[in-house]
């Protein structure tokens, strides 16, 4: 704890905390010490320090989304994650940045400022930099931005993201960690402030996919507060099987993946890792997810969508901000919400609406869930065929220059960054994310693993494999 506590103050210009709860943390990890001198520790995770994304609500400890709109807002109680690994004794650190309410690829669109990658300051980034890295660092990728950089920086040993499109495993590869996305309803959302309900998935951060196994065997199971976690657990999970044989598992490719924007170096690795399958005695077959290439489109309408309906609870009358404007309840309302919410969330709100109008409704809504389903159906339908896992890209290419990455808008970013992550999402099935190498710059690229649902066990194997 006290180690994460000096890399935390080491690793400040990185900005991925926005709260550090140093006292909380050294008060658990003393009890925690106690515990472990007696012999009874509480279960794998006693001691262990932890960090959150600033989108899940910790008792007593500050949760801002990011936005100005939460900036002073104390929460009264635990997201259910939350609480299961304070059951087991594990340190909360604090709390991480990230974009605002999640919207976004690349933790730059925070009010406290933007995320900045490790690997910017390492040899042989630092070396081959033209500029010097306070003006030539790149992206930590996002949302869950400030999650990814405190566990690449040693400034914690695992942490939650959020993922409703990617934003775990976005910046699990480019931050060069392991980044879980477990299937949809695997694990509990009560207390993960919403951005798409019927996305939203708690993600895990870890240095290596048997931590990544060990958090998601405590965090999984029903919860009485969230109507879509599953009563019967299909996949207990505890330690991953060490009798697994890799022969026994068939890859597929899907063709789909290979998109415009992919970079060389990503799709060399790609292929290294589909070959390194078939040398080992792996099936490695291409396979067609037809439905992949309106996938981005109908994501992004789904989202807004649920954004609208999301963001109507943030009014200046129940939580955060509030307008000194008092005029009219009308023109509080306005200002408090154009004061609170950042150009991103303003315009997804904006769109959100636009897509619910009566008018608008089947054309844009309705066609966008039809969409969904024949997605899920593709997905279906490879691994019915006997396929178990599939092998994709995580990003389009290793991390961008911040510079570079602002000139685009969020819609545009977004579009490129979660090509190859929001399918799962649209699907609800498990997805990881795990580093393979570093391409030319030093920068890390990861490779994304995709599995049936309910199948997170077979896929964090797999994934323990590539490692
Ligand atoms: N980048 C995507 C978006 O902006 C995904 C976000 C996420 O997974 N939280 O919606």
């Known amino acids: 704890c006290r180690k994460c506590l000096n890399r935390i103050k080491k690793t400040q210009h ?3 905390y926005i709260t550090v709860s140093e006292e909380l943390a050294l008060k658990q990890a003393n009890e925690a010490e106690r515990r472990l001198r007696k012999g009874v520790p509480k279960g794998p995770l006693d001691g262990i320090p932890f960090a959150v994304k600033d989108n899940f609500c910790t008792e007593n400890v500050r949760t801002t989304c990011a936005s100005n709109m939460l900036k002073d807002y104390t929460p009264p109680y635990n997201a259910t994650v939350v609480q299961k690994l304070l059951d087991q004794g594990a340190v909360l650190m604090g709390k991480t940045n990230l974009d605002e309410f999640a919207m976004g690829s ?3 669109d925070s009010a406290f400022g933007p995320v900045r990658n490790p690997w910017s300051y390492e040899a042989p980034y630092r070396e081959r930099s033209v500029a010097d890295p306070e003006s030539d660092w790149v992206i930590a990728g996002g949302s869950s931005g400030g999650s990814a950089v405190a566990v690449a920086s040693l400034a914690s040993f695992f942490s939650l993201g959020s993922d409703t499109g990617g934003s775990t495993r976005n ?18 959302r009560h207390g993960l402030i919403p951005l798409v309900n019927s996305m939203d998935v708690p993600g895990i951060i870890t240095r290596c996919v048997s931590d990544a196994a060990t958090v998601l065997g405590v965090l999984q199971g ?14 207990p999970l505890t330690d991953l099987p060490d ?3 890799i022969r026994n598992i068939r890859v597929g490719i899907p063709k789909e993946y290979h998109g415009p924007g992919l970079s060389q170096e990503t799709l060399a690795q790609w292929t290294r890792v589909a070959d390194m399958f078939e040398r080992a005695g792996v099936q490695v077959e291409q396979v067609s997810l037809p439905h992949t290439q309106h996938s981005i489109v109908c994501y992004h309408v789904l989202c807004h969508a649920e954004v609208a309906s999301n963001m109507a609870r943030f009014d200046g009358l129940e939580y955060g901000h509030r307008s000194e404007v008092n005029s009219s ?16 969330v303003r315009g997804r709100i904006l769109s959100g609406n636009y897509f619910l109008l009566k008018q608008n409704y089947e054309r844009y809504f309705v066609k966008a869930q039809q969409v969904r389903r024949l997605i899920a159906e593709d997905f279906r ?6 396929v178990d896992v599939l092998l994709t890209p995580t990003t389009p290419s290793d991390a961008v220059r911040y510079a570079d990455f602002v000139k685009e808008d969020n819609r545009t970013r977004s579009a490129q960054e979660d090509i190859f992550t929001q ?11 795990v580093p393979t190498a570093l391409s030319s710059r030093g920068l890390p690229i990861g490779l994304q693993l995709i599995g049936p649902a309910f199948q997170d066990r077979k896929l964090l194997t797999v994934a323990q494999w590539i490692e």
């Open 243 to 245: 009798d697994f044989d």
């Open 171 to 188: 910046p699990g590869a480019l931050c060069g960690v392991v980044a879980l996305k477990p299937t949809y309803g695997l694990v509990s």
């Open 381 to 386: 339908r490879v691994f019915g065929s006997g």
């Open 329 to 344: 309840t009308e023109a509080m309302y306005a200002t408090t919400r154009h004061e609170g919410f950042n150009d991103v």
């Open 14 to 16: 990185l900005n991925a």
């Open 106 to 108: 690349g933790s730059v």
């Open 222 to 235: 029903h919860d009485v507060k969230d109507s879509t976690t599953v009563i019967d657990d299909p996949s």
């Open 423 to 433: 399918p799962a999402n649209m699907a609800g099935l498990p997805a990881v994310s």
